[in-house]
Nanobody, 129 residues
Framework: QVQLVESGGGLVQAGDSLRLSCAAS????????MAWFRQAPGKEREFVAR????????YYSTSVKGRFTISRDNAKNMGYLQMNSLNPEDTATYYC??????????????????????WGQGTQVTVSS
C-alpha cells in the first residue's frame, strides 16, 4: 500500500509557475508508475502527465505538453509537477496517483483513472486572469 500527499498548490496569476509535490510512503516508490490528474469544478477528472518508475519515460496530455514537466526522485520518495505558463483553464484540483508495475494499461494510450490504484487527496491550483 502507498500513501500519497500532494502539496504546492495555491492562487497564482496567468503566466505564473507552480511546482507541485507528491510525497509517497509505504512500499518502495520505484516500484510504481506515477501520474498527475486534475479535476476542474463540474468536470470529470482528466489525465495530465505520467512518468515511468525509473523516471526515464514521460507522457503528457496535449493541453499541458510543453508547459508542464513531470519528474520524480525515487531516493526521496517524491514526485513533482512543474507547471509553467499557467492559464485560467489550468484551475483545478491536482491529484497524484501511482500504480505498481507492471503498468496495467497500454503505454501508448492516454491513461484513465482506472490505470492507477493509489490516489492522494489533491491540492488546489487556482489561476486568475
Amino acid at each position: 500500500q502507498v500513501q500519497l500527499v500532494e502539496s504546492g498548490g495555491g492562487l497564482v496569476q496567468a503566466g505564473d509557475s507552480l511546482r507541485l509535490s507528491c510525497a509517497a510512503s509505504g512500499r518502495p516508490f520505484n516500484d510504481y508508475v506515477m501520474a498527475w490528474f486534475r479535476q476542474a469544478p463540474g468536470k470529470e477528472r482528466e489525465f495530465v502527465a505520467r512518468i515511468g518508475r525509473r523516471g526515464l519515460t514521460t507522457y503528457y496530455s496535449t493541453s499541458v505538453k510543453g508547459r508542464f514537466t513531470i519528474s520524480r526522485d525515487n531516493a526521496k520518495n517524491m514526485g513533482y509537477l512543474q507547471m509553467n505558463s499557467l492559464n485560467p483553464e489550468d484551475t483545478a484540483t491536482y491529484y497524484c496517483a501511482t500504480t505498481p508495475t507492471p503498468y496495467p494499461c497500454s503505454i501508448n494510450d492516454t491513461p484513465s483513472e482506472g490505470c492507477f490504484r493509489h490516489w492522494g487527496q489533491g491540492t488546489q491550483v487556482t489561476v486568475s486572469s
